[in-house]
């Protein structure tokens, strides 16, 4: 098992991919509401929202109260409406797919430009640095250095939703754009550029 096997529970995929849509979902929407005239206002959901009707209707029901037994939703009845929020481990779970799903999308044309994260995370947030490190493995980084990953393409975005998603300042995680690394042919090499 490598050093990092522990943390790949971490960035596991999820058991259903209705539990993820339903989350990314509601990550997205903020919060959704349905007549609350019926018990059966999940099958009434399922049945308004076109997007999840790809789903069998107990499948979505059952992921629907599973994420609700899990405490990752919050349904609240107010004013004849039921209103479906995420708690703050519903937005956790949710921010995981995100990450999960994060890549680096690669250019046809290659600008020129080195892209270098430097980070530099403490001892005692060990645990965040090395999966922010494991990440940028996953992503397609190249390691120059133990706390220096280069990257061929833009990954501002990528960057900055994992800085976001871990808690790292801006004294931690630094990206810097350069037009030229000394010896830079093993990086070309690797990102398979001329």
């Given amino acids: 098992m490598s050093k990092l096997g522990k943390y790949k529970y971490y960035f596991r995929k999820p058991k259903s991919e209705i539990v993820k849509d339903i989350l990314s979902w509601l990550a997205i929407a903020g919060a959704i509401y349905v007549a609350a005239s019926s018990p059966y ?4 959901l399922w049945r308004n929202l076109k997007r999840w ?5 107990r499948k979505f029901y059952t992921a629907f109260h599973r994420l609700q037994k899990e405490d990752c939703l919050e349904i609240r009845k107010k004013n004849h ?14 921010g995981r797919f995100q990450i999960d799903s994060l890549e680096v999308k690669r250019l046809k044309k290659w600008d020129k430009l080195w892209r270098m994260v430097i980070f530099d995370i403490s001892q005692l947030r060990k645990f965040y640095r090395d999966l922010f490190r494991q990440k940028l493995k996953d992503l397609g980084f190249y390691q120059l250095q133990k706390s220096v990953w280069v990257h061929a393409f833009d990954c501002r975005d990528e960057i900055e939703l994992l800085k976001e998603f871990f808690g790292l300042s801006e004294k931690e995680v630094c990206l810097v754009v350069a037009k030229e690394v000394d010896n830079d042919d093993k990086m070309r090499e690797f990102f398979g550029l001329k």
């Fill in 53 to 57: 009707q790809k789903y069998p209707k």
């Fill in 41 to 44: 206002f999940v099958m009434r």
């Fill in 81 to 94: 409406q039921i209103y479906i929020t995420l708690t703050e481990k519903g937005r956790i779970k949710a």
